[in-house]
T-cell receptor, first 113, second 112 residues
Framework: DADVTQTPRNRITKTGKRIMLECSQT?????MYWYRQDPGLGLRLIYY???????NKGEISDGYSVSRQAQAKFSLSLESAIPNQTALYFC????????????FGPGTRLTVL | RKEVEQDPGPFNVPEGATVAFNCTYS??????FFWYRQDCRKEPKLLMS???SGNEDGRFTAQLNRASQYISLLIRDSKLSDSATYLC?????????????FGTGTQLKVEL
């Protein structure tokens, strides 16, 4: 089984809808991250969490919110989806004691029409 | 100026060729450096860390030049399976903890 899983893997939705992307990990890592990837822009950090209930904004947090209710789970919400949030979303984890190597989930492809 | 810059490519090389990718970073306080590999529509995976002394892992060699703020990746004897996008990643310490910054990636296509 994969160490970092994401659900759903693909989602098509309409403008204005609320969407939640889920991430779960079995690695026992404290740190979790949400990124989006767009062609030509690379991976950009949306939010990150270093522990349960710890939430930090990344470089592009506007329009997104997150929840870290348990060590193994980190969810990303789009309160009112808009077309420019169409992207590939990755969750990642890292170990507090490591060199900050990050382990990524398989990604969620989100399309907002 | 982008924090991490890479040539997007694509680099089209024949099987067996040697190919080198370069990456520059702007933050002199950067602490650690990595190369990640990303296959099409898949998640990035760590290829190797980059150390000041340089490091080698089989056909792959990574070098770091802190004075010039420059990282390189050399792939010898390219295989078809090396075709992927290679992401240069830089880690530096901020008030909020370690922060990874990703380059946009260099695409490699190895051909018969």
């Amino acid at each position: 089984d994969a160490d970092v899983t994401q659900t759903p893997r693909n989602r098509i939705t309409k403008t204005g809808k609320r969407i939640m992307l889920e991430c779960s990990q079995t690695k026992g890592h404290d740190r979790m991250y949400w990124y989006r990837q767009d062609p030509g822009l690379g991976l950009r950090l949306i939010y990150y969490s270093f522990d349960v209930k710890d939430i930090n904004k990344g470089e592009i947090s506007d329009g997104y919110s997150v929840s870290r209710q348990a060590q193994a789970k980190f969810s990303l919400s789009l309160e009112s989806a808009i077309p420019n949030q169409t992207a590939l979303y990755f969750c990642a984890t890292s170990d507090l004691k490591g060199n900050n190597e990050q382990f990524f989930g398989p990604g969620t492809r989100l399309t907002v029409l | 100026r982008k924090e991490v810059e890479q040539d997007p490519g694509p680099f089209n090389v024949p099987e067996g060729a040697t190919v080198a990718f370069n990456c520059t970073y702007s933050n002199s306080a950067s602490q650690s450096f990595f190369w990640y590999r990303q296959d099409c529509r898949k998640e990035p995976k760590l290829l190797m860390s980059v150390y000041s002394s340089g490091n080698e892992d089989g056909r792959f060699t990574a070098q770091l030049n802190r004075a010039s703020q420059y990282i390189s990746l050399l792939i010898r004897d390219s295989k078809l399976s090396d075709s992927a996008t290679y992401l240069c990643v830089v880690n530096f310490l901020t008030g909020g903890g370690n922060k990874l910054t990703f380059g946009t990636g260099t695409q490699l296509k190895v051909e018969l």
